[in-house]
């Protein structure tokens, strides 16, 4: 890659063109299948597969929010067809990489010299690129280890064209309501994520708060970072994909499973309402010696304190089977007009947000879970899908990141398909208490 569009007719031509290609392609394929001439037929499989290829490549050349978009298509919803979601989790770590030139160019124009006046080795070919930046290996003077991350020109003055895009393309779905608060959180997590100053001292809070003998987390290099070059001290490790293309043993699985599992109960448990909230297979390494390294920490989201009681009550009201309190916490938190939930939204509301409370219910109240149950994967996404029937956003923005955190958990370890002990999950949200969180 040799630029970046940064021109919002730009980006929005991109985008347009990407849809009306995929348009197309559907288009044909129910044409042709009309036709009497197996020439013309399309198998469905293939055609899906050919349609996510062609939007990550466009989606590619963006970057920024309009590919962070591709990034949420990814989770194992079930709303997209299975083969979308595979390419589309293409976006997690594989984008094509800036050219030796761009580097440099970036490189300096943020440090003031070419990455040979700082570094004893610096590697020009990107081994990761993603949404913000892409990520270089390095040895410093000290002889560390070490990674730096670049950002792309033009991503941060491409996050409100972009946003404004999807807002058009969301008011067709979402009748009339406005999602502006939603799209404003969403544009805060960006604006952040391209701060890689900020990075840094999410970086040095997060290996502060949870390294462990399981848990790994790097390092911040201060003295070789600042907005728009992140360095820190490299983590080894291979992909979700990666692993599970070894065949891995059962353990294994369960293994890898109960460190996710428990690192994001760990939250909970803490003292603190700072969450890492950018979770999929792009942000974790899998050691062979059965450690998990956690990076990018771009996007992390501190809720407010009544925001979290909110939520944790919620599930504590369920789980103790008191209904009563449940509808009453789901008016508090503005997903029903009222406890008699009346009208046929409100009762719509009321059955989806149920039966998720039931589905997190069935991996609560067991000792172990097994996530490799096709039927818990089956009901998620079916319930999914029943909630973008419902075309209308209720509830809090902060449930932008909320949902992907517990979305993000819940994919991994289905595709993982490990069996959890779930006893510290359940001690953590049962042993919530209102106003713990400072």
């Known amino acids: 890659m040799s630029t970046l569009p ?4 730009k980006r929005s031509g991109i985008l347009a063109k990407a849809g009306l290609k995929t348009g197309g392609n559907y288009l044909r394929h129910h044409v042709g299948n009309a036709i009497p001439l197996k020439s013309f037929h399309q198998n469905k499989v293939t055609l899906n597969r050919k349609n996510a ?22 989770m194992d919803t079930g709303i997209l067809p299975e083969e979308f979601a595979e390419v589309m989790n293409s976006a997690q770590y594989r984008v094509p990489p800036m050219n030796r030139s761009l580097v440099q160019i970036q490189f300096k124009k943020a440090m003031g010299v070419v990455p040979e006046k700082l570094f004893n080795n610096f590697e020009y070919d990107a081994f990761a690129a993603a949404t913000i930046g892409q990520v270089h290996r390095a040895e410093d003077k000290k002889g560390r280890l ?27 779905f979402l009748r009339k309501f406005d999602i502006s608060e939603h799209l404003e ?10 701060d890689y100053c900020k990075e840094g001292q999410n970086i040095e809070e997060f290996h502060q708060r949870f ?9 911040y290099i201060g003295e070789h970072s600042n907005s728009k070059i992140l360095c820190m001290t490299r983590l080894d490790g291979i992909h979700l994909d990666e692993f599970l293309n070894q065949n891995p043993s059962q353990l294994k ?6 460190i996710l599992w428990d690192f994001f109960h760990l939250h909970i448990t803490q003292n603190n309402q700072t969450f890492h909230a950018d979770v999929h297979p792009g942000n974790f390494l899998f050691q062979p010696d059965g450690k998990v390294g956690v990076i990018d920490f771009g996007c992390v989201k501190t809720f407010p304190e009544n925001f979290l009681d909110g939520c944790l009550t919620l599930v504590q009201k369920f789980l103790s089977e008191n209904m009563n309190g449940f509808k009453e916490e789901l008016v508090k938190m503005e997903f029903l007009k009222n406890t008699q939930a009346d009208g046929v939204t409100e009762q719509a509301i009321l059955s989806l947000l149920t039966r998720f409370a039931e589905l997190l219910g ?46 993000g958990l819940l994919s991994m370890l289905m595709k993982l398909g490990a069996t959890i002990d779930t006893a510290r999950g359940y001690q953590a949200v049962m042993g919530w208490k209102i106003g713990k969180a400072s």
């Open 211 to 219: 390294s462990s003998e399981m848990l790994l987390f790097p390092e």
């Open 362 to 407: 069935e991996v609560y109240r067991q000792p172990f879970f097994d996530f490799s149950d096709s039927s818990f994967r089956e009901n998620l996404n079916s319930m999914l899908k029943q909630g973008m029937e419902i075309r209308e956003i209720r509830g809090s923005r902060h449930f932008v990141f909320f949902n992907r955190i517990v979305f």
């Open 146 to 172: 070490l990674a730096v991350k670049i950002q792309y020109p033009n991503v941060r003055r491409s996050i409100d064209s972009d946003l404004a895009l999807l807002k058009t393309l969301a008011g067709s």
């Open 253 to 258: 699985k369960d293994h890898y499973g109960q």
């Open 53 to 74: 290829l062609s939007l990550i490549g466009e989606l590619s050349q963006l970057r920024g929010a309009a590919l962070k978009m591709a990034q949420g298509l990814s």
């Open 6 to 9: 940064g021109n919002p007719w």
């Open 185 to 194: 959180e969403m544009k805060l997590r960006l604006l952040e994520e391209t």
